[in-house]
């Protein structure tokens, strides 16, 4: 046998070391990988998400179809209980908040390419596809609805109730129980196709729900990216990584994914000239909830008609969305029944929303007053600013690209509902994420960053609202830290621009 010199024998030993080190010193150096870190980090804050969240639950006195796992209490919080499953509920939103702050607030190592932002993206949806629905008992109304145009009954006319004393009902918030659907036939048709998938089975229905609405957030994040032309990372960052999406779209499995989906394609057809792809897109999103019907709106004023005359392509446009509506409405029987439940949500109240505040500052004047007078005529003037608004917008469209321009139409009617929820907030958000830059993009992130942080469970009221207000402040302090020193001299309307074209459309700056 051949023998070998020491030297020779030395090599051969470190060469085989190296070997053998080799894929460990791979390892290490993926963990230290930043995209490593921070998929790692979001995905034990959502892991204590919903761990917390089904410790505290949604609702006090339902009962849930499930454990998940063993996951979700029967009892939920109640008052006087311990605070610790809300405080550790509120410290994995906040953990994810602040970690989605440090990335979309600028370019960051962690997220330089696509992949990586998906990457990321799977592994903080990971707990929150798994685990049960938290903050909103929305997803059980959608299945008890679905039951009732099964066994035949109106749900623009009867509540969950209806259905009887069956495990379907006693799910749903009991608020709701006997109310009427305010979802269009467009979501009753929807809700009716996972009840069937699901063979009947409520439990089916609701996981049938959580799988569409993961796939809206894919569809979400492809669509804004493709809008948003060559900042397609950092809109990707903005939509897809967004706890507010994660937690009101794919845990909470409510309706705004699809919504925002129709509402993106709608916006996405009219970039690319699909003028009758845009309308039918928009008709179907208003056909889920009836604010959609802006991006129609919008989309028939901003087009240009060419040598033809304006009224007669009009006309033709309108013609065309009314006879999407009409279709929409025949895919459920009593399709039109949803126009007379319309005020359903209105009938909640919520302590924080314009509309209230209005009511209460209002009381202070007029004393004499009662209650219900003063709240409603705070709404009807909420309304009515929120009217102003969207028709000031569509009448100046083409001063502004359309997703601006249905955006902030969005917002307005979200803010200044009677009732404000969180979700109702990404009507608006993820249609101007695509076109948000400089300042208006960090104040979507403050909004979403808040919004997150609305309405959480096992806590005391003012103990979540104190919480939600620091975790607006941090998101201020870290935004403005990371501005360069060009963003702290442009307005807020310069950050809206053209996606493709990277020009802003107020004064037309270089960005």
């Given amino acids: 046998m051949e023998r070998l010199q020491p030297g020779a024998a030395a090599q051969v030993a470190l060469s085989a070391a190296d070997q053998g080190a080799e894929p460990s010193g791979t390892l290490v150096r993926i963990l230290r990988h930043p995209t490593a870190w921070f998929a790692a980090a979001g995905f034990a804050a959502s892991t204590l998400t919903v761990v917390a969240g089904g410790r505290v639950g949604t609702v006090q006195v339902n009962i849930p179809l499930s454990t998940w796992f063993g996951l979700l209490s029967r009892n939920g919080y109640r008052p006087g209980e311990s605070l610790m499953p809300g405080l550790l509920l509120m410290a994995g939103i906040a953990g994810l908040v602040l970690l989605w702050i440090m990335l979309v607030r600028g370019p960051h190592p962690a997220v330089r390419t696509e992949r990586q932002v998906w990457l990321v993206a799977g592994a903080w949806v990971a707990p929150l596809l798994v685990g049960p629905p938290l903050l909103s008992n929305d997803v059980y109304s959608y299945a008890a609805q679905g039951m009732l145009v099964d066994r035949g009954l109106d749900p623009y006319s009867v509540g969950p109730s209806a259905l009887g004393h069956i495990s379907a009902v006693g799910a749903v918030d009991p608020a709701w129980r006997s109310v009427p659907s305010p979802y269009g036939p467009l979501a009753t048709w929807f809700e009716h196709f996972a009840v069937v998938v699901a063979g009947g089975n409520p439990l089916g229905a609701v996981i049938v729900f959580r799988l569409v609405a993961a796939a809206c957030v894919v569809g979400i994040g492809v669509l804004a990216a493709a809008l948003a032309g060559s900042r397609r990372i950092a809109v990707l960052t903005l939509t897809v990584l967004n706890p507010l999406v994660l937690l009101q779209v794919i845990s909470a499995a409510h309706l705004e994914g699809l919504l925002c989906v129709l509402l993106l394609g709608a916006l996405l057809a009219q970039r690319r000239g699909s003028h009758v792809l845009g309308i039918v897109l928009g008709c179907a999103a208003a056909a889920i909830k009836v604010p959609g019907l802006i991006v129609v709106i919008a989309a028939i004023v901003t087009r240009q008609h060419g040598a033809r005359p304006a009224w007669l392509a009009v006309m033709r446009d309108v013609g065309l969305a009314i006879a999407t509506c009409l279709g929409l409405t025949m895919l459920v029987p009593h399709g039109w029944g949803w126009v007379s439940a319309l005020n359903t949500p209105s009938l909640n109240y919520t302590s924080g929303a314009p509309a209230s505040l209005l009511a209460d500052v209002l009381h202070l004047f007029v004393r004499w007053a009662s209650f219900d007078d003063l709240a409603m005529a705070a709404r009807a003037a909420a309304l009515l600013a929120a009217a102003c608004i969207v028709a000031y917008l569509t009448a100046t469209t083409r ?96 950050g809206v621009t053209y996606g493709a074209s990277g020009y802003a459309s107020a004064g037309r700056v270089r960005r």
């Fill in 399 to 494: 001063q502004r690209p359309l997703e601006a321009t249905v955006g902030f139409g969005l917002l307005a009617v979200a803010l200044l509902s009677p009732v404000i929820y969180p979700w109702y907030l990404l009507w608006g958000v993820l249609c101007l994420a695509p076109v948000a830059r400089g300042r208006l993009r960090e104040l979507l992130v403050v909004m979403c960053a808040g919004a997150s942080a609305m309405a959480v469970p096992g806590l005391p009221g003012y103990a979540a609202d104190l919480i939600a207000a620091g975790l607006i402040l941090c998101a201020v302090v870290l935004l403005v830290g990371a501005r360069t020193p060009l963003e702290r001299r442009v307005p807020l309307l310069a």
